[in-house]
Every structure is written in C-alpha cells, then in structure tokens.
C-alpha cells in the first residue's frame, strides 16, 4: 500500500509538475489517551490539506504537502510544530522533508527521506533534517556549499526590503558569488534606498528559507549592491500574508479592557489582520489582560486621502507582547477592511513618492 501511494504521488509529480513533498514526522507520544492521538491526527490532517496518512512501523507518520516549494514546506512544517505543542503540548522528536523530483523513483526517494530521518533523530530536540534530490540542507555547517552551488546554477533571486514596515520586492540578477561575498545588480532606486540599509533579504523558491544578509556597499550609480554574511533564518518579515504598514503620523488606539479598565496607545504598525500597539504605560497592560482574558475592543480613527478620517471600531484578541508592544488579531467587517486595506495602499503610495525623493536627492548631491 505505501509503495502503491507514493508511486502515485511519483507519477502525478512527474506528469503534472505541480511540486509535492513527502514529509515523515516522529511523534514524541509518552503517555497519550485516544483522545489526543485522534486530535493530533485530525490537525495534521487538515494542514496538510487531508493528503493520505501512513503510519509507518518506526512509530513515524509519513504525509504530503501538495502544491508548496520547499521553503513555505518547511515553514509549514515548522507552523505544525508549535501548533501541535500549543494545542497539544505534543512535540516532535524529529522529521524529514524533501521535495519529489520529476526524476526519482520509489527507491531513491526512499532512501533520501530515511537518510535525513536518520540523521534528525540522531540530532534530536526537534530537529527536521530537509532538503531535495539536489540540495541536503541538514549537512552540519553546510551552507556555504549550498549557496555556492544555488549561485552557481541561478543568477537571479528576489530581493526584499522594508520601509517603515512595507515590503518592497525586486528580481535580481546575481553578478558573481565568491568566498562568501554575493554581487548584485538591481535598479538605480534600489541600490540608492539599500545604501542607507545595514541588511536586505534573499528568497527563491528552490530555497527552504529566507536568506539574511548584511549590506558591504551599494553602489548606486553602477546600481550595484555586495552583499555578504550569507544565513538562513527560520522567520522574518518576508513570510507574512499580509502587508504590515507603520504610520507616518501618530494615530491614538484606544483599548476597551473586558474588566471595564481602558487603556490608551498609539498604532505602531498594522495589517488588515492585526495591529500592533504601543502603550503610554506597559504597567497597566497587567490589569487589563488578568485572569487570561485576552478580548478586547479597539477604537481609533484611521486617516484617510483629504485630511478625512475613519472611525475604527473593532473587535480583537492579544496575541503577543514583545518589545513593548501589544500585538493583537483583529476581525475587521467588510466596511472596516476595505478602509484598513485604502490606508495601506495611500501609504504604499506614499512610499513610492519618498523613494522617488530620495533617488533624486542622491543624483543632485
């Protein structure tokens, strides 16, 4: 029967080109009633889009991710992780990942997973060893290998940056990568913005993570960018769904604490599915937010073109405190959405004009 299914994928893989994963995971189960085994199958059920479930005889369960490029497979992977041990508190011993290629077959494929099953639980603490036909992303200290080898065969990636919290995303071409030092060339713009930037970061499909790397020299003229200190990084910025802005203008929030209690801050960045707030006093969160209740009310007036402003009134639920910030969900309406997505675009709009400002202050001197 598991011959049976992956040959499937195998042929479906190779017929269709849609990429496909196989993913095989290694519970830590201690003393686990029905209940919880049920519950951990259903969550990896449904984030894996219900793709068949193998229990294999190493105690080790072997799925599919369909439709993913390797670096959101592992970013799910590592999404289904903290998920399981928030709603579970169910860990993962260790894993595997790797990509189908069109040219494997049952036994190569086979032999990869086990190779990198093998090597995780020799880690442990977690760890998913990962990587495709071409690429084994697990080998110890074995990045630098990999971006020689990627930069070798490809010489072009997305590069992406943020300003005041909006991301701003540009195909480059990769001129040269030599010991470590990575040479770009981008657009004028971008080489003038990125000479102010300590960091940018790197992202391309066949890629399981998001590159960081620091900023040697921007040569704007020659439109030019050296880059070096090549890393991977598990998170970052890049991978949100949804564009996160910071105003340009002090917007006041006020936060209707369920205890009756109201809190006052200002708006430190938001997207259309969250906010974050920055408060006048940090102390009087504890108040708010006792006994674990987290459900608050949000109200703010959110600016719009022509000096005219919004009304924002809106359920949410905290998330997160980190860097003195509040970070909440928040369950817009369509009126309320559509607002929050115009406010985002007038400030994409007015990034594009301090952009364009700056390019033309650096050619003037």
Request: aromatic share 8%.
């Amino acid at each position: 029967m598991e011959r049976g299914i992956i040959g499937s994928h195998l042929r479906f893989v190779e017929k269709s080109g849609v990429p496909m994963a196989l993913l095989c995971l290694a519970p830590a189960l201690p003393e686990l009633s029905d209940e919880r085994v049920e519950s951990l199958v259903m969550i990896l059920q449904e984030q894996t889009d219900f793709a068949p479930l193998m229990l294999c005889d190493e105690g080790t369960l072997l799925t599919f991710i369909k439709d993913m490029q390797l670096h959101r497979c592992v970013q799910m992977v590592k999404n289904l992780q903290e998920m399981l041990k928030k709603e579970l508190d169910v860990g993962i011993a260790y894993g595997a990942l790797t990509m189908i290629d069109k040219q494997d077959d049952y036994d190569a494929l086979i032999a990869r997973l086990r190779r990198y099953l093998s090597r995780a639980e020799a880690i442990g603490n977690g760890k998913i060893c990962y990587g495709t036909a071409k690429y084994d992303f697990c080998t110890e200290g074995g990045e630098e290998e990999i971006f020689a080898n990627f930069f070798d065969e490809y010489d072009a990636i997305t590069l992406y940056n943020f300003y005041n919290g909006m991301p701003l995303s540009e195909e480059v071409k990769v001129l040269s990568y030599q010991n470590g030092v990575l040479r770009i060339k981008t657009s004028l713009a971008r080489a003038a913005f990125l000479k102010s930037e300590p960091f940018t970061f790197l992202k391309h499909p066949l890629l399981p993570d998001t590159i960081k790397a620091d900023i040697v020299n921007a040569v704007p003229n020659r439109a030019e960018v050296v880059l070096t200190n090549l890393r991977f990084i598990d998170k970052s910025p890049v991978d949100r769904e949804n564009i996160r802005v910071t105003p340009d203008e002090r917007i006041e929030v006020s936060i209707e604490c369920a205890n009756g209690e109201e809190l006052i801050g200002t708006v430190h960045s938001l997207a259309v599915n969250s906010v974050a707030v920055k408060l006048e006093d940090e102390n009087l969160a504890k108040l708010c937010f006792e006994e674990e209740n987290r459900h608050v009310v949000l109200s703010f007036d959110l600016p719009e073109r022509e000096k005219r402003k919004t009304h924002i009134r809106i359920s949410a639920l905290l998330r997160a405190k980190k860097d003195g910030q509040l970070i909440f969900s928040i369950y817009p309406n369509h009126f309320f959405k559509q607002k929050i997505e115009s406010y985002i675009a007038l400030q994409q709009t007015r990034l594009i004009t301090i952009m364009q400002k700056m390019v033309l202050n650096f050619y003037q001197g």
